[in-house]
T-cell receptor, first 115, second 110 residues
């Protein structure tokens, strides 16, 4: 069964600093991987996805993530944090096999951006 | 294009009652998923409907049930509510591999 581990339930950065949110996954088949963002009292918004094409994936709002099979990782980065990036971020894995479509989420990382 | 919509936004029930939550998918999407986001438990998969059929179910008791209508909208029913059912219930729809989420229904059980 697939699983996701997000290292660090809270990450704090200064405005303009690099954002790095860590995600490791386990999957018995080549996975599809996703990063979602959740602002307070809202649903989830898709930031980016990996579906076995390019290993470096660019998403919205300047975020990107790199799929590293050897490390079973899919870390999310942004070169320069903005105050509006403060939110909770979820990494998710899906084994899209036409029979078990569901997302398995990590426990989330709350990002704080300090002025 | 309208996104996934959910109603009601908030729902307050007492223990033992039944709750009904509704979801309308993005036009053209045939799959609907339900997730529970409870404090301290993270996001847990509840149910997946596709083309009117239940395709997959998470590790939840049978008092969590639902259905999908011919127009692909969906209902989640929770019977015999318990205090620990208090959570944000998120609905998502998809056509292929990515899921698009609605704003959620906040269920509070007192």
């Amino acid at each position: 069964a697939q699983s996701v581990t997000q290292l660090g339930s809270h990450v704090s950065v200064s405005e303009g600093a690099l954002v790095l949110l860590r995600c490791n996954y386990s999957s018995s088949v080549p996975p599809y991987l996703f990063w979602y963002v959740q602002y307070p009292n809202q649903g989830l918004q898709l930031l980016l996805k990996y579906t076995s094409a390019a290993t470096l994936v660019k998403g919205i709002n300047g975020f990107e993530a790199e799929f590293k099979k050897s490390e079973t990782s899919f870390h999310l980065t942004k070169p320069s944090a903005h105050m509006s990036d403060a939110a909770e971020y979820f990494c998710a894995v899906s084994e899209y096999q036409g029979g078990s479509e569901k997302l398995v989420f990590g426990k989330g990382t709350k990002l704080t951006v300090n002025p | 294009e309208a996104g996934v919509t959910q109603s009601p936004t908030h729902l307050i029930k007492t223990r033992g009652q039944q709750a009904t939550l509704r979801c309308s998918p993005i036009s053209g999407h045939t799959s609907v998923y339900w997730y529970q986001q409870a404090l301290g438990l993270g996001l847990q998969f509840l149910l997946w409907y596709d083309e009117g059929e239940e395709r997959n179910r998470g590790n939840f008791p049978p008092r969590f049930s639902g259905r999908q209508f011919p127009n692909y909208s969906s209902e989640l029913n929770v019977n015999a509510l318990e205090l620990e059912d208090s959570a944000l219930y998120l609905c998502a729809s998809s056509l292929y591999e990515e899921q698009y989420f609605g704003p959620g229904t906040r269920l509070t059980v007192t």
